[in-house]
């Protein structure tokens, strides 16, 4: 599980952008820093900073924090951890999606027509990027009805003054996204990749690059994102974590993350994943937890 440190931390910032506290100002890079990241982690504070707020940006540069000047970090190990975590603390929801067309108006003026986006979301995906007070009742009228994975398609235009009014409201309703139940499901699978980074720089240094590109894994929206998620949390739950547990003797575990990864098919079932993760499993012995 991630550590309390950062829980606290995550709801530390989520608080402060309750109560509007943006009187700071920008963060500031980690002490020790190397100097050539510093372009890169500043973009991804920027970053922070557009996608959701100042308090959010420094959550970010906290999390970074951990593992400026850690002993077996190195400079390109932590360029990885900024640029990823970056990639996943600004995930992309329907909120985002505005946003970046509402970029494309203000890079280009609204007489230069765009191509609209069509994306596709399920139901439930919607939902959750509503304040979860809102978000809950409607779930369970979804399941009810038997709607939740229905799929629905989202035009996201911005060739008319009427389409742009529109995307500013759903940009703007990223004041009440650290309410949402996906925001909620966000942070704490950042803070679980943190503490498998973490375990494994303790338990097995060599394949802490290999399950720090495990977040690689997951990527948009849609049944692409479920499934990234849903393959992580089985590689790691039956690789990573019983070895960093020591129930499981795997010697070369970045080369079972490789392997497994390569096994994960587009399968809501998982078949071949978890055959090739049961077949690594009975290679090595598995000893009573500690």
Not at 51 to 74: C, E, N, P
Not at 78 to 85: K, P
Not at 159 to 174: D, P, Q, Y
């Amino acid at each position: 599980m991630p550590d309390d440190d950062g829980l606290l931390g995550s709801l530390r910032y989520l608080f402060a952008d309750i109560i509007g506290d943006e009187d700071e100002g920008p963060p500031v890079l980690p002490d020790a820093c190397p100097a050539h990241l510093g372009p890169a982690v500043r973009d991804a504070i920027h970053l922070m900073i557009e996608y959701q707020s100042t308090k959010y940006a420094q959550l970010y540069v906290d999390r970074l924090r951990r593992f400026v000047g850690r002993r077996g970090v190195d400079d390109a190990m932590l360029a990885d951890i900024a640029r990823l975590m970056a990639e996943r603390m600004a995930y992309e929801d329907p909120i985002r999606l505005a946003q970046v067309k509402l970029a494309e108006v203000s890079a280009t003026g609204l007489a230069a027509r765009s191509a609209d986006d069509v994306k596709q979301f399920r139901l439930d995906e919607l939902i959750d990027a509503l304040p979860a007070v809102i978000a809950d009742p409607i779930l369970g009228l979804l399941d009810w009805f038997g709607w939740r994975r229905r799929r629905v398609s989202i035009r996201f235009s911005a060739n008319s003054r009427f389409s742009v009014r529109r995307l500013r409201i759903e940009a703007g309703l990223k004041r009440w996204r650290l309410f949402s139940n996906r925001y909620a499901k966000e942070r704490v699978w950042v803070e679980r990749w943190l503490h498998m980074i973490d375990r494994s720089l303790t338990k097995q240094p060599a394949a802490a690059s290999a399950v720090i590109h495990t977040a690689t894994m997951i990527r948009g929206y849609g049944e692409p994102y479920r499934q990234g998620i849903a393959d992580w949390h089985a590689i790691i739950d039956g690789l990573a974590k019983p070895t960093f547990d020591g129930v499981l003797a795997l010697p070369d575990l970045a080369g079972a993350i490789a392997e497994a990864r390569a096994a994960a098919m587009p399968d809501p079932r998982q078949a071949a994943l978890k055959r090739k993760i049961a077949e690594i499993r009975a290679r090595v012995p598995v000893t009573p937890a500690r």
